[in-house]
């Protein structure tokens, strides 16, 4: 089940995932002049117009609900030749993606409403959707961030960590469904069990999680 959050407390306009998916794609513009994106979650539309006016066309997958306002956004901003919209959960991907493969794949909100095992298959799915040197960025919860106060799963290893937040901060974010929690390790080992070659992982001063990895 896809988590929805109503407010994201750590990302920004700062977002370092988001910058290195930037730099990325600035980089490959100038080498092959055509950029190909997946994101996954995107759901304010946010980092798909940023992405399209650096040259890039982009696929945003989102819950069948944000369909809606996410086209609306991606209507107003412009760039309706370079981004389209396909309405997926991410526990049920499709095969086959419009314009796969990929040179980029960014999931920026979700993977932590699946349990460890299940998103390590969903990340080995979208690994096998880049082209090979493609870069996947990942965005997970922290364990030690606000959201693993009182988590009933802290003290689970991860591969068995799948619990309900406490009930003031499942109110707080709208995350009122099992949820796992990452630290940066155990990030790093999602990416590794996943097939990827990872290049960096990170903690932001919030206490979320960032990995990039490659397929190789």
Known sequence: ?????????????????????????????????????????????????????????????????????????????GFGDQISFLASELNALPEVFPGQPFDMIIVRRGLCGLPYEEARKTVRRLLLQLRIGGKLYVSV???????????????????????????????????????CLYTERNLFMLLLDAGASVLRTLTTTHGSIKGVAVRV
């Open 1 to 77: 089940m896809t988590v929805h959050i109503n407010a994201n407390p750590w990302d920004n306009g700062n977002d370092e995932l988001e910058r290195f998916a930037l730099e990325e794609c600035v980089k490959r513009q100038r080498i092959d002049h055509r950029v190909s994106t997946l994101i996954v979650s995107d759901k304010r539309c946010e980092l798909a117009p940023k992405l399209a006016n650096l040259g890039a066309q982009v696929l945003v997958v989102d819950h069948p609900a944000c369909q809606q306002e996410i086209e609306g956004r991606i209507l107003a901003s």
């Open 141 to 179: 919860l922290g364990l030690h961030s606000e959201l693993g106060e009182d988590y009933a799963g802290s003290d689970e290893r991860i591969e068995r960590r799948f619990a309900s937040l406490a009930s003031p901060l499942a109110d707080k974010y709208g995350i009122r469904h099992p949820v």
